[in-house]
Nanobody, 120 residues
Framework: QVQLVESGGGLVQPGGSLRLSCAAS????????MGWYRQAPGKQRELVAA???????NYADSVKGRFTISRDNSKRTVYLQMNSLKPEDTALYYC??????????????WGQGTQVTVSS
């Protein structure tokens, strides 16, 4: 029903930048809040950033001032611009989207994850 396709991960040196993208697809789709989580090896999944359908944003303290979340509703896409990357940002990054299909209930949908590795 709803598919989320992420892209933009990779290997970057400390201090570098990456931009993640997550595109939602599906018919009769209504998108609400979207966001990014990450999970490092041996750690719990944590919220990185979220954005409401109206553009209100929320960030984890660890990424404030370095990461910027945005969305393009016409493209059904959410972005995460990551600057000044640190080794501790290394994780598998997951996109999440709250969506309704037609007149159905709202559910949370997850992407497959994209790896971000920050290392020299």
């Amino acid at each position: 029903q709803v598919q989320l396709v992420e892209s933009g991960g990779g290997l970057v040196q400390p201090g570098g930048s990456l931009r993640l993208s997550c595109a939602a697809s599906g018919s009769s789709l209504s998108l609400y809040a979207m966001g990014w989580y990450r999970q490092a090896p041996g750690k719990q999944r944590e919220l990185v950033a979220a954005i409401s359908s109206g553009g209100i944003t929320n960030y984890a303290d660890s990424v404030k001032g370095r990461f910027t979340i945005s969305r393009d509703n016409s493209k059904r896409t959410v972005y995460l611009q990551m600057n000044s990357l640190k080794p501790e940002d290394t994780a598998l990054y997951y996109c999440i989207c709250n969506a309704k299909v037609g007149l159905g209930n709202m559910y949370s949908y997850w992407g497959q994850g994209t790896q971000v590795t920050v290392s020299s």
